[in-house]
């Protein structure tokens, strides 16, 4: 499978991650790897609910480690692991070959090699994005 890294874990790219392992197609059509500074998505609209509404404090954070339990559920004949990483850190670089990130709080880059013939994809509409989800070409 092609290596899908997806910079960005807001709503855009946590939807797209969303989708594609949903659907069951990590693993097969993609090994994906998310990357986000932090370790969760903060839903603002929530917030609000979470100042008036007892025990909606915790529920405004959307945890991406979330996204392993799926992986885990709906990757079907390859490894979970492989289909789709979470790395948390942020981009330093990035060529046609390669994404580098830096670890939160420091450490040796991490390396991540996209598929040589895929090059890099600026935009959704070129991976064949679409309201309704992904299509398959």
Avoid at 1 to 12: D, I, Q, Y
């Amino acid at each position: 499978p092609k290596t899908l890294v997806v910079v960005g874990a807001g709503p855009g790219g946590a939807k797209l991650v969303s989708i594609i392992l949903s659907k069951g197609w990590a693993g097969k059509l993609f090994n994906v790897v998310l990357i986000d500074r932090k370790d969760a998505l903060h839903h603002n609209i929530a917030a609000v609910r979470a100042v008036a509404q007892p025990g909606w404090a915790e529920r405004q954070f959307w945890p991406y480690d979330t996204f392993n339990k799926l992986a885990a559920n709906k990757v079907k004949g390859a490894d979970a692991s492989t289909a789709f990483k979470f790395v948390q850190g942020s981009v330093t670089s990035i060529t046609d070959k390669e994404v580098a990130v830096t670890p939160v709080g420091g450490g040796a880059s991490t390396i991540i090699c996209t598929t040589p013939s895929a090059g890099v994809m600026t935009s959704p509409s070129r991976l064949g994005v679409t309201r309704s989800g992904l299509r398959k070409k």
